[in-house]
């Protein structure tokens, strides 16, 4: 039987045992604090950010939130980050992606102070990962590394094929499972847009991660029996229901759940994962910025 793995049951045990680390902050006196920035008036990326200010309400995390018109010059951004960084209330900072044309999403990146960088996405950050010792993993790489570990998925001399090359999942997420770590040691190949015969590289792996943004890309023909499959995708596609869209992932679920020992469902396998590795990393930020040791799951 394939096994069908529930990402919103463990990002709820996450949050359940990130509350012993909250209330040991709370027992010096201190409430953690996570801001979103929002620059954008897509659905999805409003959707995201509500989704993650009810996970901060629901754990006991201050979630501070600040919109601005996606219309408004740069500066203003990079000022609003300014003021968090200075801000003793706040330990993590999350501008959410993508921003406006407009502004330079390397420059904003580069702005956030790397102690609250609770994306993992600032260079100084991305450098560190690379280089073995990461401050805060990126939430949804850390988040399928959680997955895998739930499941009793070995990722040491595994072959893992990561379909997608972004800066978000597919390069972060292909640096922490190379690494020489309980949750590391696999054989790593990262495909993309312009890999030749992907299928190839699916069929010959382990575990398939695909994080590449198509629909549906990786179906049940490109994968051997056995396999598990973890599929990064949310992608929202028009539909006759009351929402007038759908979810569905980078991976064909019905053809690959045919050939997959175990798979994540979209939604309810990576999302939720992401989202409870958001609060992981601001609790970590507290700690840190606070001087406070907080155990973590
Ligand atoms: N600075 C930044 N950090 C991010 O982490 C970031 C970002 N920008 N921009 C956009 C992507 C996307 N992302 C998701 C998080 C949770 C779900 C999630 O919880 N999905 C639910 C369903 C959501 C729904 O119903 O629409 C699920 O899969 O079950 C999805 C997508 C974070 N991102």
Do not use: W
Not at 54 to 75: F, T, Y
Not at 87 to 104: K, R
Not at 204 to 232: F, H, I, K, N
Not at 243 to 270: N, Q, R
């Amino acid at each position: 039987m394939t096994e069908v793995i529930d990402g919103d049951a463990v990002a709820e045990r996450i949050r359940a045992d990130l509350r012993d680390g909250i209330e040991t902050l709370a027992d010096e006196g201190v409430e953690v604090g996570l801001a979103t920035v929002l620059m954008s008036d897509d659905p999805a990326s409003e959707t995201y950010v509500s989704m993650k200010q009810r996970d901060c309400e629901e754990v006991g995390i201050e979630g501070i939130h600040v919109e601005l018109d996606p219309e408004a010059p740069e500066e203003e951004l990079l000022e609003t980050v300014a003021d968090l960084n200075d801000d003793p209330e706040v330990h993590g900072i999350l501008v959410q992606m993508p921003v406006p044309d407009h502004v330079d999403e390397r420059r904003v990146l580069r702005a956030i102070d790397p102690e609250k960088d609770v994306d993992g996405f600032h260079p100084e950050n991305v450098g560190r990962l690379v280089a073995g010792h990461p401050r805060y993993r990126p939430c949804t790489p850390h988040g399928v590394q959680k997955l895998l570990e739930s499941a009793g998925v070995e990722t040491e001399g595994a072959d893992v094929t990561v379909v997608g090359r972004s800066n978000i999942v597919g390069k972060p997420l292909a640096n922490l499972l190379v690494q020489k770590a309980r949750d590391g040691n696999a054989t790593v190949t990262v495909c993309h847009s312009r890999t030749d015969d992907l299928a190839a590289k699916t069929r010959q792996a382990d575990v398939v991660v695909a994080a590449c943004g198509v629909p549906e890309l990786v179906d049940g023909s490109m994968l051997s029996e056995g396999t598990t499959v973890v599929d990064v995708g949310v992608n929202r596609v028009d539909a006759d229901n009351e929402k007038g869209y759908e979810l569905v992932g980078d991976v064909d679920f019905e053809s690959a759940k045919e050939k997959a020992s175990a798979i994540t469902p979209v939604p309810g396998g990576v999302g939720p994962m992401t989202r409870a590795m958001l609060l992981y990393n601001a609790v970590k930020a507290a700690g840190r910025q606070e001087g406070v040791a907080v155990d973590l799951p």
